[in-house]
């Protein structure tokens, strides 16, 4: 069974920094997609970040591209995403995700490709 843990949500003001992580069981990340969506209530989910199986190509949604980095750690079996200069706007519930398509390429955006999701972190920017 395919799992996905996320922590490291929280409440930060305008121009702060978090790092959300995401930990894999049952699936490894080095041979998958494995990415970040948000949504907020009364919206659909939206793609933020994703790095493919080998971790040569990542995609960024323009709303966050030069603010938010994806990495991932192979020997934890871990992807992570770095927020820097954070707006209200960005905050939503954040998902891990994971394609089960074996070495894909490419970064999927649509939230059809994706098999697993984990449970949400809450993301929350206020003064």
């Known amino acids: 069974q395919v799992q996905l843990i996320e922590s490291g949500g929280g409440l930060v003001y305008p121009g702060g920094s978090l790092t959300l992580s995401c930990v894999a069981s049952?699936?490894?990340?080095?041979?998958?997609?494995t990415g970040w969506f948000r949504q907020v209530p009364g919206k659909e989910r939206e793609f933020v970040a994703g790095?493919?199986?080998?971790?040569?190509?990542?995609l960024y949604a323009d709303s966050v591209k030069g603010r938010f980095t994806i990495s991932r750690d192979a020997a934890k079996n871990t992807v992570y995403l770095h927020m820097n200069a954070l707006k209200p706007e960005d905050t939503a519930v954040y998902f891990c995700?994971?394609?089960?398509?074996?070495?894909?390429?490419?970064?999927?955006?649509?939230?059809?490709?994706?098999?697993?999701w984990g449970q949400g972190t809450q993301v929350t920017i206020s003064s």
């Open positions: 995700v994971s394609d089960q398509v074996l070495r894909r390429w490419g970064v999927p955006t649509s939230p059809n490709e994706y098999d697993t």
């Open positions: 049952g699936r490894n990340v080095v041979n998958h997609v």
């Open positions: 790095i493919n199986w080998n971790g040569g190509r990542t």
